[in-house]
């Protein structure tokens, strides 16, 4: 049988782990995006790396091999959308955090109002509700292909498939006119309240008036 094969972390931890700055931008990435914990926003960040790692190698050298290495790697990355079809091998230094993020399949599935909110797109992936070209995929970190990304969509025998359903995505419009109205009693309550205590100054001054 052999010894069992040691797993290895697949990303790599801030080296100094009590940046006040790098701590604010973590919280808010994990917040926006949907994410568990901050482990998935270092998995994102060693993928980044990379990607930066290589670009800088291969610059560097000027052989037929590094030539190849470049298509091969500006295809991939073009394919991820991560690249324009015209960008040449210097666009993949000034990649962000960001641009592999918006590239998730959790953030995808939101985008194309398969969920309500970002978090709701999160579960539904984990649960096997989501499929990518008809197979059901259950990684909310899964980089999406420019090819995949339009075949997004409710698996078959999942429950979310029928319009109907009222987990389904809520039109913009009516989400718009909820708040509004929510808004707008809000306003009605708070010009109520500093009318009535308007009224009560008024007549404690008024008392006081008379009893002079």
């Not at 290895?8 to 995006?33: A, C, S």
């Not at 091969?72 to 015209?86: D, F, N, R, S, V």
């Amino acid at each position: 049988m052999g010894d069992p094969k040691k797993t290895r972390k697949k990303y790599e931890t801030p080296h100094h782990p009590w940046n006040k700055d790098r701590i604010e931008e973590e919280r808010v990435l994990v917040r926006e995006y949907g994410m568990v914990n901050k482990r998935e926003v270092y998995k994102m960040r060693s993928v980044l790396k990379d990607f930066k790692d290589q670009a800088k190698k291969l610059i560097a050298l000027k052989t037929a091999q590094a030539e190849r290495e470049k298509q091969q790697m500006l295809a991939k990355l073009k394919k991820l959308g991560l690249l324009k079809e015209t960008s040449s091998i210097d666009p993949i230094l000034e990649l962000t955090l960001r641009d592999v993020l918006e590239r998730r399949l959790q953030t995808q599935a939101y985008k194309k109002g398969l969920a309500k909110t970002v978090k709701q797109a999160r579960q539904f992936i984990v649960h096997g509700h989501v499929m990518i070209a008809g197979k059901k995929m259950t990684s909310p970190s899964y980089i999406l292909s420019t090819e995949e990304e339009g075949s997004i969509n409710f698996a078959s025998h999942s429950k979310l498939n029928d319009v109907e359903h009222p987990e389904r995505f809520v039109r913009e419009d009516a989400k718009k006119e909820v708040k509004k109205e929510k808004k707008t009693e809000k306003e009605g309550k708070e010009g109520i309240t500093k009318n009535k205590s308007g009224e009560r100054y008024r007549n404690k001054g008024m008392g006081r008036g008379t009893r002079k």
